[in-house]
């Protein structure tokens, strides 16, 4: 029998305005932050994930230290991060503060690793942005070999190697959920499957259908691995609202800033409202009614076959008290209307 859909949402942590359009401190993003995934787990939603970043407009640098005031005021919510930003850290300390919070959680953590799609991390923690490629693929080998939770004997190129060495404190039940975060390239589904890893695709622009081939490939990697493949789950952008006209005009000036303000240090154009009504009824951009927002959700878990959706409810400056709203609808309104739509 096929597990349920589960359903999650995430969050960087968006610095936002307070009602009277003045930005709010780091502080209070960060407390809002804890009241939304209270909210959260007060409706029933499965998961909470918390990205990492080390920049002005995102408030959390630090997932876990959230995740652990989260965990002290939820009951079943499971916590992890969107995602850890493995390249720049240590793995070892990385496993250290997700079983520290699995202890806390009474067994709710869960991490998503990734190589991120910021690189601030890189210059601020001293690493060579150079070694992108390679600081990931050795990293994630350690904390891999870190989950059976039984003495380590391990070598690689960019760190001293380790001896018989046991990490603590050891995950109380089982083994810590850990999960491959990826943007769209075919080695990093390969690695997941080799290492054994749930799959979390980041489909923030277009057709979600065209992630069809990385579905694909993570299930013939697992057949020729002859292992039984591991889940895949999907992370996206999105806002629910009681209509959809409601939903985009709430959404749009926002959405728009936090686009137009990382375009500009990419070198994208300044997003056209043509672009965003597109990604709202072509692309992977979840805004709507809960109708409309639950029949996409529905569409994409169908074509994808994915055992997690996890909608990415914040959006720059988008006011705390309207993420709110749309966290409520999306748990009372759109998830019950999904599942009846899976069947």
Known sequence: MTAPLQFGLDTFGDVTRDTSGAMLPHAQAIRNVVDEAVLADEIGLDF??????????????????????????????????????????????????FATLDALSNGRAEVILGRGSFTESFPLFGFDLRKYEDLFEEKLDLFTA????????????????????????????????????VGGSPQSVVRAAHYDLPL???????????????????HRAYKEFGRTAQPIGVHSPGY???????????????????????????GWPPMGRDEFVSEAEHGSLYVGSPETVARKIAKTAKTLGISRFQLKYSAGPLPHEKLMTSIELYGRKVVPMVREMMG
């Open 48 to 97: 909470i994930g918390l990205g990492e970043h080390h920049r002005a407009d995102f408030a959390i640098s630090s997932p876990e230290t959230v995740l652990a005031a989260i965990a002290a005021r939820t009951k079943r919510i499971h916590l992890g991060s969107a995602v850890t930003v493995l390249s720049s850290d240590d793995p070892i300390r990385v496993f250290q503060r």
């Open 146 to 181: 870190l989950l059976s939770q039984k003495p380590v004997t391990w070598q690689g190129k960019l760190r001293p190697p380790l001896k018989d060495q046991l990490v603590y404190p050891p995950v109380e039940n089982g083994t810590l959920k850990t999960w491959i975060g």
């Open 200 to 218: 979390m695709l980041a489909i923030i622009g277009g057709d979600p259908a065209r992630f069809a081939p990385f579905v694909d490939l993570h």
């Open 240 to 266: 629910v609202a009681e209509t959809d006209a409601q939903a985009r005009e709430e959404l749009w000036p926002d959405y728009k800033a936090m686009r137009d303000r990382i375009g500009k240090e990419r």
